[in-house]
C-alpha cells in the first residue's frame, strides 16, 4: 500500500526533505516503509519517538508488558498515569499524538515462535528493543527464516551494543553468538541498574540505522558492531563476518517452532525435583527453634531489606567456589529476590554435588518480607 | 610479548576490571589466550564470549602479535 505524500507531510517533514540524501524521494521511502519495534522499553521508547517523528508510514510495537513506576525514569514515552498499562497501547496513545498522519499498530503480545514468523513478514525491518536472550534468539532466528533485517541494540550497565543483521545477505546475531547462552543464565538473571541516558543514546542509534537502510544512504552498521561506552565516551567499531551460523538456520527451518528458546528468568521450567519452602513453614521451624542456615544468592550489590533473613551470602554466580560452606546436613534454605535463582542453584547442587538436603525458599526474599510486613500489621491491628 | 586487552559487559564484572596489559607467550592464538583467561577465572568459562583482535572479531585459531588490542566481547542482554 503505497499513498503519495501530501502537502502536509511536504510541510511537516520539510527538514527531512531538505537533505539532498533524502528530498521527497527519501521521504516516500520513508513513507512506504514499515517497521516493527520489538519492545516498547528503554531502548524502543527513544527508537519510537525518532522513527514515528520521521514520517515512517507503518509502525508496529509489539509488548506484552505493563508499564511499572521503575520504568519511568529511561522508557520516556510514558508518565505516571500510564502505570499498569499495557506498553503497546500507552505507547500508542502517546506517539499518535506526536504523529497522527501514520499508522501505528499496538500488538499486545509476547514474541515467541508461533507468531514471530507472520509479524515479520509484514514489515521491512525488524528493530530489537527487547531485554533477555530467549527474545533476541527468537528475533534473530526469525528475522533469517523471513529475509528481514534487524537493527540490533543491547546494554549492560554503562555500555552498549548496536548492529545490523541479516542486511542484504550480511551476518547474523549467531554469527557472533552462535548458542543461547544457557551457562550463564544464573548471571543475567538479576536486574541491573541503568542511567536512562544510555538506552536513550542506543535506541536513538537503532533509529538512525532504520533510517540509513530506509534511505539507502550512509554506512549501515552490518557486519559491524559499535560499541559504546558512556562513562568514557569511546566508541569503537569492530568487523566480523557471516558464518554458516545462518545456513543452520536456514536449514533447521522446520524445528524453529518447537526449539527451546525459553531459558529467561521469568519462564524457566526447572524439574520438579527441587524441594520449596513456604515462608510460613519457615517461620514455623523458627518458632520451634530450628536450626536452620540460610544462603542469600543474590549479587552483592542488590539491595537488602531490613526485615530480611540473614543469610550467608554467596552470589548464585560464585557458589560453586563456596560450596565447602554449605552444609550438607540439617536445613539449609537457598534463598533470592523471586525464588528463581535459588530453585537453579539447589537444583546444580542436588544435580551435580550430591546435596540433598536443600530448600528453595519459595517466592525469595521478596514473599519473607510481605510475609514479616502482615504479620507486623496483624500484631499492630491486635495491640490497638 | 604484551597485549592491551579490554574487557566488556559480564566479563570485566568477572575480571574486576577493564582494561589490562598482558605478557602472553608470543605466537600465542586467540584459542589459547581464552584457555589462560577462562583459567585465571572460572566463572568466565560460563560466557559466552567473543575475541576481537584490533577491532576485527578473530578466528580461534588466529595468532596474537605483540601490541595487539585485544577485546573480550560478551553479548549483553539489557534493553
Redesign the interface.
Known amino acids: 500500500m503505497s499513498t503519495r505524500l501530501t502537502d502536509r507531510d511536504l510541510e511537516r517533514y520539510s527538514r527531512n526533505i531538505l537533505l539532498n540524501e533524502v528530498g521527497t524521494e527519501g521521504q516516500q521511502k520513508l513513507k512506504d516503509a514499515r517497521v516493527l519495534v520489538i519492545?516498547a522499553?528503554?531502548?524502543?521508547c527513544p527508537a519510537l519517538q525518532y522513527l514515528v517523528a520521521a514520517g515512517i508510514g507503518t509502525i508496529g510495537i509489539v509488548d506484552f508488558d505493563i508499564v511499572d513506576e521503575t520504568n519511568l525514569q529511561r522508557q520516556v514515552l510514558f508518565g505516571t498515569s500510564d502505570v499498569g498499562l499495557n506498553k503497546a497501547i500507552a505507547a500508542k496513545k502517546r506517539l499518535e499524538s506526536l504523529n497522527p498522519l501514520i499508522e501505528i499498530r499496538a500488538i499486545n503480545e509476547k514474541l515467541d515462535q508461533q507468531n514471530a514468523l507472520e509479524l515479520f513478514s509484514g514489515y521491512d525491518i525488524v528493530l530489537?528493543?527487547?531485554?533477555?536472550?530467549s527474545s533476541?534468539y527468537i528475533i534473530s532466528d526469525a528475522a533469517i527464516l523471513t529475509g528481514t533485517p534487524v537493527v540490533y541494540?543491547?546494554?549492560?550497565?554503562f555500555?552498549?551494543?548496536v548492529s545490523v543483521f541479516n542486511y542484504e545477505d550480511g551476518p547474523s546475531y549467531r554469527c557472533?553468538?552462535?548458542?543461547l547462552?544457557e551457562?550463564?543464565v544464573?548471571?543475567?538473571c538479576s536486574e541491573?541498574g541503568?542511567l536512562g541516558v544510555l538506552?536513550g543514546i542506543i535506541g536513538s542509534y537503532q533509529a538512525n540505522e532504520v533510517m540509513k537502510i530506509i534511505l539507502q544512504t550512509g554506512e549501515v552498521l552490518s557486519g559491524t558492531?559499535m560499541?559504546v561506552d558512556i562513562r568514557s565516551n569511546k566508541t569503537?567499531?569492530?568487523?566480523?563476518?557471516k558464518t554458516d551460523a545462518v545456513k543452520r538456520v536456514l536449514e533447521s527451518r522446520e524445528s524453529f517452532l518447537t526449539n527451546d528458546y525459553d531459558f529467561s528468568c521469568e519462564n524457566h521450567h526447572v524439574a520438579k525435583s527441587v524441594k520449596e519452602i513456604t515462608v510460613e513453614d519457615v517461620q514455623t521451624l523458627l518458632n520451634r527453634g530450628e536450626r536452620i542456615q540460610f544462603v542469600d544468592v543474590r549479587e552483592t550489590t542488590e539491595p537488602k531489606s531490613p526485615r530480611e533473613l540473614l543469610g550467608l551470602r554467596i552470589p548464585s554466580?560464585?557458589i560453586?567456589?563456596s560450596i565447602a560452606t554449605i552444609e550438607k546436613d540439617g536445613h539449609v534454605i537457598i534463598y533470592c529476590h523471586s525464588g528463581v535463582r535459588s530453585e537453579k542453584v539447589v537444583k546444580k547442587l542436588q544435580d551435580e554435588y550430591a546435596f540433598e538436603n536443600l530448600l528453595s525458599l519459595k517466592g525469595g526474599a521478596k514473599a519473607w518480607v510481605r510475609f514479616v510486613k502482615e504479620s507486623e500489621n496483624n500484631i499492630e491491628m491486635e495491640l490497638s | 610479548m604484551m597485549i592491551k586487552l579490554k574487557y566488556h559487559g559480564v566479563v570485566s564484572e568477572i575480571i574486576g576490571t577493564e582494561v589490562e596489559v598482558l605478557e602472553v607467550d608470543s605466537n600465542s592464538s586467540v584459542d589459547s589466550l581464552c584457555n589462560m583467561l577462562n583459567e585465571r577465572w572460572s566463572k568466565l568459562s560460563t560466557v559466552q564470549y567473543k575475541v576481537a583482535v584490533n577491532h576485527s572479531i578473530s578466528n580461534t585459531n588466529s595468532i596474537l602479535e605483540d601490541e595487539d588490542e585485544v577485546a573480550i566481547l560478551p553479548p549483553f542482554s539489557g534493553g
Open positions: 519492545g522499553g528503554g531502548l524502543g530489537d528493543g527487547t531485554d533477555n536472550f533476541r541494540g543491547a546494554i549492560h550497565r555500555e552498549g551494543q557472533l553468538f552462535p548458542e547462552p551457562a550463564s544464573i548471571l543475567n541491573q541503568v538506552p558492531m560499541l569503537s567499531l569492530m568487523a566480523f563476518a554466580g560464585e560453586l567456589h
